[in-house]
């Protein structure tokens, strides 16, 4: 028989507050639903579209995630596609296929707390608002317009350094 290829990489957000349930042998297992955006193109337009992908994780994943997830965190996930059969109470097979997770990063920064510091801004020599952003990065609250011609100005952050750039599309 021939050896095939099975890996799957996702990266999406929880649908749900995760629960780590635990077996009769006490190994730890999670159930969960991984949203999944991106774009197709429609009728000539752009539209935005979401994947809800079945994911199981067992033991450390499992309990790794069900501690420091919540609903809507972002996760990049490895892993493998999986069928499974059972028969439901009618005697009839059921199929299921699922990711099974090998292997989780978290992407984001952590929960924003109700009670948060508010947030440290400033001004740049252009008179432009900065916000320091979750990473410790700056972010221009109003991104730069570009001129008629096309070009944009693109700032290293709020010293005001930068370059005017033709992009050429």
């Keep these: 028989m021939a050896k095939g290829f099975n890996q799957v990489i996702l990266k999406g957000g929880l649908t749900k507050p995760p629960e ?7 190994r730890a297992f999670l159930q969960f639903q991984l949203a999944c955006g991106y774009q197709i193109k429609r009728n000539g337009e752009w539209e935005d579209a979401v994947d809800y992908v079945p994911c199981k994780a067992w033991e450390t994943r499992a309990e790794v995630i069900g501690k420091y997830c919540q609903r809507g965190s972002q996760l990049f996930i490895e892993g493998k596609i999986r069928t499974d059969s059972y028969e439901d109470k009618d005697g009839k097979k059921v199929w299921s296929t699922y990711v099974l997770v090998s292997d989780v990063q978290f992407c984001g920064g952590r929960r924003k ?5 508010p947030a440290e801004t400033m001004k ?16 221009q609250n109003e991104a730069p317009a570009g001129d008629p011609q096309g070009n944009f100005t693109f700032r290293d952050g709020p010293t005001g350094m930068g370059e005017t750039v033709d992009i050429p599309f």
């Design 113 to 117: 707390e109700d009670n948060a510091a």
């Design 20 to 26: 780590v349930r635990y077996t009769q042998d006490r």
């Design 124 to 139: 740049d020599g252009n008179g432009d608002t900065w916000t320091r952003g979750q990473f410790g990065g700056w972010v």
